[in-house]
């Protein structure tokens, strides 16, 4: 049964009304409520929500939006900073466990965490063992409530020097050793470390849950845009449909096949055109390519 393709509220940030996360060169036309529905009707078959956008909103009045929408809430994303030092830890982790009981809550059942930000005075080695020790203590509580604890390999930049390349998350999944923390794999991310995604994928594969389909191009030297992310050694991409960026989604969809993936595969945008008309044609891309 080919695995159930989401899509996430950030899609659609470039053309938000209002709470939009990421500044833009022009005004937005949608209201997040449009967005669940919208969603609904291009045909997704689950629902990936970000805490900033809904913070103000109670997990009961989440879930049933989405139920009238006809989605499932799958993942309750959110930003809580681990990489602290013992003095602290307390705090941060009663924070994040708040947030995965929201989670549970609304009935998701995948919390993904942005799970700090890098202290540049602070040795990086040091910063890991923080950034485990938080993990540890959130995938303990994830798994009295029932559900998973996921982070993914990940492009954004005060995050990427510790969870930014696919043997890092694999490494950091290992020391902590729990079955309610889990990674997801972020097609695109490894162009930002200059990494093979396919070698992402074989390092991240035995702590597999969830997948986000995404796609990027590097712009050309004074290309004008104004949603774009440098890499490391300063390429600038942006943003695209599945099918347009420089990331081959066939054999990465062809290896999670092989390795007998069943969790979901969701759809990430991070462009400029219209995402309703992106979503619509990338959402009947991949199932094209599952046949």
């Given at each position: ?34 967005v ?30 989405a ?19 013992s ?24 919390a ?14 040091e ?24 982070a ?49 994928l ?10 986000h ?14 949603r ?7 390429c600038?991409?942006q ?14 969809l062809?290896?999670?096949?092989r ?33």
């Amino acid at each position: 049964m080919p695995s159930p393709i989401l899509l996430i509220d950030y899609n659609f940030d470039w053309v938000l009304r209002d709470r939009y996360l990421n500044p833009r060169t022009r005004a937005g036309f949608l209201t997040l409520e449009e967005v669940v529905s919208i969603c609904g009707d291009l045909g997704a078959e689950g629902l990936e929500l970000m805490h900033p956008y809904w913070e103000d909103c109670t997990a009961l009045q989440l879930k049933r939006m989405a139920a009238e929408a006809g989605l499932p809430l799958v993942c309750y994303i959110f930003h809580s900073d681990l990489i602290v030092p013992s003095d602290s830890r307390r705090e941060a982790a009663e924070r994040t466990f708040r947030l995965l009981d929201r989670t549970a809550e609304m009935g998701a059942r995948l919390a993904m965490i942005v799970p700090g930000t890098v202290k540049p005075e602070v040795p990086l080695a040091e910063q890991r063992s923080w950034l485990e020790e938080g993990l540890a203590a959130c995938a303990a509580h994830a798994q009295s409530i029932g559900i998973t604890l996921v982070a993914e390999n990940i492009d954004y930049p005060p995050v990427q020097p510790l969870m930014g390349r696919g043997s890092d998350c694999a490494d950091i999944a290992r020391r902590i050793g729990s079955p309610a923390f889990r990674l997801i794999f972020d097609t695109a991310a490894p162009l930002f470390v200059h990494e093979s995604p396919l070698a992402a994928l074989s390092e991240m594969a035995p702590y597999l849950a969830h997948v986000h389909l995404k796609n990027a191009r590097p712009l050309e030297r004074g290309e004008p845009a104004g949603r774009f992310l440098d890499s490391t050694r300063g390429c600038r991409f942006q943003g695209t449909s599945l099918r347009d960026g420089v990331v081959d989604l066939e054999p990465l969809l062809a290896e999670l096949q092989r390795l007998d993936y069943d969790g979901c595969l969701s759809i990430e945008y991070q462009g400029e055109a219209d995402p309703r008309e992106v979503l619509r044609r990338d959402i009947a891309y991949v199932q094209r390519l599952l046949g």
